[in-house]
């Protein structure tokens, strides 16, 4: 999962594995939260996003988990290849006091992962 | 489409000189953002402009201006740099301000000896 600090937690996984990203989240009331990879010299890339009304997602290869009561968040890539190597994000967009929402996103620190051939 | 680009690339400044950040995006997109990012930390939120006309103060808006000077454009401003302010910049754009998605830009990276 992710961590406050300097020291990014990484993942190491062979290529055709299937890679787990973990994120825990702060606010209980986000009501939206978005995942992002961000290769070497680039900008963060979106990959997938879900709402809070939701506790599953899927896109190509990918799956976004949504664990409300421990306020969990898991990216699953699927037969993971030397390109997902990179820093992934995650995001969460909190609601004000009165129940909207701030339209901010407040990401975490980021997991770096690495592909092996 | 180019989605959201930015100038310059890179940058090297004095302390206590100025510049400015542009950011220009062309998907229509209602909102920008202005993020600075360190070294092994995420993305922290400078400045934001919900709409074309208003602009409001992110996380950490000390040291800087902004100016969203139409609904493709959005400028940072660094009035006088100081060495705290070396980071890479990411500007960011959505289609409205609550729960969309956010796309960013390629980066600029500031040095500011």
């Known amino acids: 999962g992710e961590s406050v600090g300097l020291h990014l937690p990484t993942l190491s996984v062979q290529e055709g594995d299937n890679s787990i990203i973990n994120c825990a989240y702060s606010n209980s009331a986000s009501d939206y939260f978005i995942w992002y990879k961000q290769e070497s010299g680039k900008g963060p890339q979106f990959i997938i996003d879900?709402?809070?009304?939701?506790d599953k997602r899927q896109g190509q290869r990918v799956t976004v988990l949504l664990n409300k009561t421990v306020k969990h968040l898991s990216l699953q890539i699927a037969a993971t290849q030397p390109g997902d190597s990179a820093v992934y994000f995650c995001?969460?967009?909190?609601?004000?006091?009165?129940?909207?929402?701030?339209?901010?996103?407040?990401f975490g620190q980021g997991t770096i992962l690495t592909v092996h051939p | 489409n180019a989605g959201v680009t930015q100038t310059p690339k890179f940058q090297v400044l004095k302390t206590g000189q100025s510049m400015t950040l542009q950011c220009a995006q062309d998907?229509?997109?209602?909102?920008m953002y202005w993020y600075r990012q360190d070294p092994g930390m995420g993305l922290r939120l400078i400045y934001y402009?919900?709409?074309?006309?208003?602009?409001d103060k992110g996380e950490v808006p000390n040291g800087y201006n902004v100016s969203r000077l139409n609904k493709r454009e959005f400028s940072l401003r660094l009035e006088s740099a100081a060495p705290s302010q070396t980071s890479v910049y990411f500007c960011?754009?959505?289609?409205?301000?609550?729960?969309?998605?956010?796309?960013f830009g390629p980066g600029t990276r500031l040095l500011v000896l």
């Open positions: 998907m229509n997109h209602n909102s």
């Open positions: 402009s919900a709409s074309e006309g208003t602009t």
């Open positions: 995001a969460e967009n909190s609601k004000k006091a009165g129940g909207t929402s701030y339209g901010k996103l407040t």
């Open positions: 879900i709402r809070s009304n939701m």
């Open positions: 960011a754009s959505s289609a409205r301000q609550i729960q969309v998605a956010q796309y």
